[in-house]
């Protein structure tokens, strides 16, 4: 346990060995973008699971809300027990891995909204309803081609042959997840998108007015026709690029920087870093910085990574260790590198992607592997800008 803040002399920044800049402005602005590339009859959600992908998910969803979401999916029903006081009692809460058995009354206790994706959550959902007469809305995930999660054709179709089989159910929508969206041109989504529609149309036989959900960030993009009542992004909110093979139409939200704790002129050709793996020239400069792969830089971006000190390009010199990594800092200006340095690690010159690219990762992966030990600073939404 730290010491009580009272008893500090010092700020958490100073203390920090990192700082996480999170512009919620930036993800506000994404949201909009998104909801303008959709119908305006779609409901343009939020996914905020994994701590708004290691974003923090208390200023995210107080963001978003402001803005005007009034849907957020998360995976865990603890995840949704955290939320519902973040964002008041109006907003839809969707826990998409559904209720672990017995957990269905903290569903009803807290309106979250359980995805049912086995006949075993569906009729334990159905029953509980039943038993405590509550009208709790509820998703029912269909697999469309995925082979993860979700109700199978032949399950699917043995519910809706049975009488009984969604009895109790007051299902909001039919949902099933895309497997290859970010890749337009794989026809698998054609596939999944066909599947999909036959399957609502047959759901609506039972129930009339079952909307829609398939589309993630990527399905957005692949246009209106998968876009369908309830949209599902999260990577492209947080500056993630939805469409990886053209330019990246979401706005950076994350920056990454890392101070340097020492740096050092090597006199002669030496090895840095644990393995000896890397050899500095004679001359060399060398700057070290307090973040490590505790922090969630991947030991695989130590060979051929790099960073930036102003607009200097800055490789990784050897392999990045738990709490620390070195740069060689060799073509930067001493005067760059003073008390208070710090290393750009994502930055308007290398996005998450291209540190996730540079790991052999992806985006995703990168933010959700985001320390804890950073210092945070969230850049507010303008309040000007709300609507
Ligand atoms: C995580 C998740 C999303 C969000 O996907 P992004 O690619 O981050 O937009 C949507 N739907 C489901 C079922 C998910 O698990």
């Not at 959709?38 to 996914?47: I, L, N």
């Not at 208070?340 to 010159?349: K, Q």
Request: proline fraction near 7%; glycine fraction near 10%.
């Amino acid at each position: 346990m730290p010491a009580p803040a009272a008893l500090l002399h010092s700020t958490p920044e100073a203390r920090a060995g990192a700082v996480l800049t999170v512009d919620l402005a930036a993800l506000v602005e994404n949201w909009r973008l998104l909801k303008r590339k959709a119908a305006p009859a779609c409901d343009m959600g939020a996914v905020v699971k994994a701590d708004a992908y290691g974003l923090g998910l208390e200023p995210v969803a107080r963001a978003l809300k402001a803005a005007g979401c009034a849907t957020f999916y998360v995976a865990h029903l603890d995840e949704g027990l955290a939320l519902r006081p973040i964002v008041g009692p109006e907003p839809r809460v969707v826990v998409m891995h559904g209720p672990n058995p017995g957990t269905e009354r903290d569903f009803a206790g807290q309106r979250l909204i359980p995805v049912l994706s086995t006949p075993q959550q569906v009729k334990a959902w159905g029953s509980f309803a039943q038993a405590n007469d509550v009208l709790m809305e509820s998703l029912v995930q269909i697999d469309t081609g995925m082979n993860r999660l979700g109700l199978t054709e032949s399950e699917f179709a043995g519910l809706m042959n049975d009488p009984d089989g969604f009895a109790g159910l007051t299902p909001l929508a039919l949902m099933s997840h895309l497997a290859v969206a970010e890749t337009p041109a794989h026809g698998l989504n054609a596939q999944q998108r066909a599947r999909f529609a036959s399957a609502l149309s047959t759901f609506r036989l039972k129930f009339g007015d079952a909307k829609g959900s398939l589309a993630n960030s990527a399905g957005i993009f692949l246009g209106t026709g998968f876009q369908y009542d309830f949209a599902r992004p999260g990577a492209a909110l947080y500056g993630v690029n939805p469409n990886p093979d053209g330019p990246n139409p979401m706005i950076p939200v994350v920056r990454l920087q890392a101070k340097i704790l020492q740096v050092r002129r090597v006199d002669a050709p030496s090895p840095v870093g644990y393995g000896a793996t890397f050899q500095a020239p004679d001359g060399a400069k060398l700057a070290t910085v307090s973040m490590g792969y505790a922090d969630g830089l991947l030991r695989s971006w130590g060979a051929g990574g790099h960073g930036h000190v102003d607009d200097v390009k800055v490789p990784v010199a050897g392999r990045v260790s738990m709490d620390l990594t070195t740069f060689d800092v060799s073509a930067v200006a001493a005067s760059s590198l003073g008390p208070g340095a710090m290393v750009d690690i994502i930055g308007s010159r290398q996005s998450v992607d291209d540190l996730a690219a540079a790991s052999g990762t992806i985006g995703y992966e990168i933010l959700t592997a985001l320390g804890r030990r950073y210092h945070r600073r969230y850049l507010p939404a303008p309040a000007a800008a709300r609507k």
